[in-house]
């Protein structure tokens, strides 16, 4: 459910300190399906081999996609600009140490902690949209890329981030069409966390670009776009899950894999 919150937009940093919990909760117990299936794999695949690369991984919240990297090699620094979401994220790398060195950094300060071409792959795990800094994050994380290297992110599709989203229920709330609305309205909006699956519910902010916002932020930062996917379910998740069927249909996720330009 969307809505405005003018509190919660002015501070995303205590929503999301506020957020923690629940939402270790939800990466941890399995419930954000979508992750662990539809969103998370084609985001690693757009990564490519990570086994030895020194990867730098933005809004990591509690470590969920910092980890997948490390497990397969890559040598990972994260950060989060909300001290809690790296209290659970360290919290994590004590339980299973992995080597993952953790921050408290706003990612649009990363250029300042770190020199240039510090890192061969930056990664933002559906963190892009749930900040208004967009703009100085890429900057930042083009400047401490490798001229060979990569960034590669997940954002909610900028289609399914419009300001007015829902789906036409059909007879007993089969969901029939979604009706889209208001698409070049770009700006904050609030997300509440309210699914049924949630035993707690809370709100967090977000900011709705368009495809063709998202395409100039990324070139102004110095980035080409080498790959774009738009992660959907498979016949088989569908069966194996009924959840999925309305992601066969509408695009959810979109993942971008960018190269800096010379
Ligand atoms: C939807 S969560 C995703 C967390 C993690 N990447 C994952 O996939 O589980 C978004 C995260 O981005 C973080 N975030 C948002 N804007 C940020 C910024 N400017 N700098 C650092 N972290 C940020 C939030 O604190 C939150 O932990």
Redesign the pocket.
Known sequence: MVTRDEALIAD??AA?DAAAEP?DEF?ETGLDYW?TEVHGPPLLAACGEVSGKRAL?????????SRQLAERGARVTA????AT?IANAQRHEAERPLGIAYHQ????LVADRWPAESFDLVT????LQ??P?TDR?LVAARRVLAPKGRMVFSIVHPIASSPVHEWVREEEGVKGAMAIDRYFDSGPFVLNWTMERLTTHWA?PAWHLTFSEWSRLIADAGFTIDLLDEPRPTPEQVVQNAKFESATRFPFFLVFGLRPVR
Do not use: K, N
């Open positions: 995303p940093v999301w939402w990466v992750r991984d933005l809004g990591c919240g509690q470590g969920w996609f950060v989060d600009m909300s979401q950094l706003d990612a649009a933002a795990c559906m963190v749930d900040t800094d994050i967090t």
